[in-house]
């Protein structure tokens, strides 16, 4: 689990910290990073990017949210997901043990994931998938975006930190 530093700030109502007076961390919004067995996962950025945001880091292999809900660090009311290309299989036992959150944001290709998610009116949900020549029909409250590949063919940075800043917004990360 990875707690972001919190200071307090440097005076009443200012934006910039007090490195010198630290916070405790009770109560704030969490994600719970799920990474795939082998291939392209960029964790040090999304790690980075959330700690940026503040945002409480639960990162693994599969599901370990119930984690969360006992630790007083994070808030067990905002808790999103980020999948990182993340199987059939997955997605469907996932989506079938009704996974605590408010948020998801599922990064891979669309082919994959679009049916067990679409069905899981529950949570918001961010799909982030290089471009292609397959439809996806998506409803209308889901966020669909679409980039070009990097060098290697993968998905760009942009595409891992837009999906943090958007988790963040969603779970009202300050």
Same mark, same amino acid.
């Given at each position: 689990?990875?707690?972001?530093?919190?200071?307090?700030?440097?005076?009443?109502?200012?934006?910039?910290?007090?490195?010198?007076?630290?916070?405790?961390?009770?109560?704030?919004?969490?994600?719970?990073?799920?990474?795939?067995?082998?291939?392209?996962?960029?964790?040090?950025?999304?790690?980075?990017?959330?700690?940026?945001?503040?945002?409480?880091?639960?990162?693994?292999?599969?599901?370990?949210?119930?984690? $969360?809900?006992?630790?007083?660090?994070?808030?067990?009311?905002?808790?999103?997901?980020?999948?990182?290309?993340?199987? @059939?299989?997955?997605?469907?036992?996932?989506?079938?043990?009704?996974?605590?959150?408010?948020?998801?944001?599922?990064?891979?290709?669309?082919?994959?994931?679009?049916?067990?998610?679409?069905?899981?009116?529950?949570?918001?949900? $961010?799909?982030?998938? $290089?471009?292609?020549?397959?439809?996806?029909?998506?409803?209308?409250?889901?966020?669909?975006?679409?980039?070009?590949?990097?060098?290697?063919?993968? $998905?760009?940075?942009? @595409?891992?930190?837009?999906?943090?800043?958007?988790? @963040?917004?969603?779970?009202?990360?300050?």
């Amino acid at each position: 689990m990875y707690v972001p530093k919190l200071y307090a700030p440097l005076l009443p109502g200012s934006i910039y910290p007090d490195k010198k007076v630290a916070l405790p961390a009770k109560g704030r919004p969490a994600m719970v990073l799920v990474c795939p067995v082998k291939g392209d996962c960029r964790e040090k950025e999304i790690l980075d990017r959330a700690a940026q945001r503040g945002l409480v880091v639960l990162a693994g292999r599969g599901t370990k949210a119930d984690l $969360l809900r006992t630790r007083t660090e994070a808030d067990a009311e905002r808790i999103g997901w980020l999948l990182v290309a993340p199987t @059939a299989d997955f997605l469907r036992t996932w989506t079938d043990a009704r996974a605590q959150g408010t948020a998801a944001a599922v990064m891979g290709p669309p082919r994959h994931f679009a049916g067990p998610l679409l069905s899981s009116p529950s949570k918001k949900v $961010l799909f982030a998938s $290089l471009l292609s020549d397959e439809s996806f029909g998506a409803p209308d409250e889901t966020v669909l975006k679409l980039y070009s590949p990097n060098k290697e063919g993968f $998905l760009p940075n942009e @595409a891992f930190r837009d999906a943090v800043e958007w988790l @963040a917004g969603e779970l009202g990360a300050r």
